[in-house]
Structures are given as structure tokens and as C-alpha cells.
């Protein structure tokens, strides 16, 4: 089932609220293309798509919290390193393998729940941090 993007989820950083509805958005249609056996090119192209905006999306959040001190900023940076960890994995057992339901597992498990507890554990430290 997908996960619906709602004002739980922000941070109250209209950027970083944005980006991370457009990465769970996303995560969303990775998981929709993979059970609904979408064409290996559809597939490619939203992993294509999330490869450039992870780090993107990472590197931006990252830069804030160093820039404004923030106590979280370390965590936060290893936090990313272990997403992109299972990120990686979960997208050399797709080109190992291809779409499988073990998969779709993975990513609601190993990415858009990691993603939802980062935002609600650590992200929310931010704003904090940049109001003196």
C-alpha cells in the first residue's frame, strides 16, 4: 500500500517538506511499477530519477544542518550513508534479478520506512537549529 504524503511528515522547511514529498512520491511509483510488472525501461527511469535526487535531496539537507550547527548533523550524515547503502543493495538485487515481491518488501521496509522514521526522528531537528 502506498504511503500517503501528509502534514505529519513536515518539517516545517518548505524545501525540505517539498523534497520529501517528491522522494516518497517516488519510492511510491518504484513500488507500483515492481507489483504491477511495469517495463524494465519504466523501472530504470524512476531508479535514474531517485539515484541523482537522493544525493541531491541528502546533500542539500546535509549542508544545513552543518551550516546551522545543528547537535543531529553527524547522525543525520550516517544515517544517509546507511539509506544509500540499502538503496544500493535493493537496486543490485533488481539488476541481478529483476522485480520481485521480495523486493517491493525491501523497499516499503528497508527505504519508505527508514525514510518516514529519519523525517519524524532527526529531519525535525532541523528547523530548530535555524531559528536563533
Same mark, same amino acid.
Given at each position: 500500500?502506498p504511503?500517503?504524503w #501528509?502534514?505529519?511528515?513536515?518539517?516545517? @522547511?518548505p524545501? !525540505?517538506? +517539498?523534497q520529501?514529498?517528491?522522494?516518497?512520491? $517516488?519510492?511510491?511509483?518504484?513500488?507500483d511499477?515492481?507489483? #504491477?510488472n511495469?517495463?524494465?525501461e519504466e @523501472?530504470?527511469? !524512476?531508479? +535514474?530519477f531517485?539515484?541523482?535526487?537522493?544525493? $541531491?535531496?541528502?546533500?542539500?539537507?546535509?549542508k544545513?544542518?552543518?551550516?546551522?550547527?545543528?547537535?543531529?548533523?553527524?547522525?543525520?550524515?550516517?544515517?544517509?550513508?546507511?539509506?544509500i547503502?540499502?538503496?544500493?543493495?535493493?537496486?543490485?538485487?533488481?539488476?541481478?534479478?529483476?522485480?520481485?515481491?521480495?523486493?517491493?518488501?525491501?523497499?516499503?521496509?528497508n527505504?519508505?520506512?527508514?525514510?518516514?522514521?529519519?523525517?519524524r526522528?532527526?529531519?525535525?531537528q532541523?528547523k530548530?537549529?535555524?531559528?536563533?
Amino acid at each position: 500500500m502506498p504511503l500517503a504524503w #501528509d502534514d505529519s511528515l513536515k518539517i516545517g @522547511i518548505p524545501e !525540505i517538506d +517539498h523534497q520529501h514529498k517528491l522522494m516518497i512520491d $517516488q519510492m511510491n511509483l518504484l513500488v507500483d511499477a515492481l507489483k #504491477d510488472n511495469k517495463a524494465q525501461e519504466e @523501472i530504470q527511469k !524512476i531508479i +535514474h530519477f531517485l539515484d541523482g535526487y537522493v544525493e $541531491q535531496h541528502f546533500g542539500f539537507e546535509e549542508k544545513c544542518m552543518h551550516r546551522y550547527k545543528c547537535p543531529i548533523a553527524t547522525t543525520n550524515d550516517q544515517a544517509h550513508r546507511q539509506f544509500i547503502t540499502s538503496y544500493n543493495e535493493i537496486k543490485a538485487e533488481f539488476k541481478a534479478h529483476g522485480p520481485s515481491f521480495m523486493l517491493v518488501l525491501q523497499i516499503n521496509q528497508n527505504l519508505l520506512d527508514w525514510f518516514i522514521n529519519h523525517i519524524r526522528k532527526i529531519d525535525t531537528q532541523l528547523k530548530p537549529c535555524m531559528v536563533p
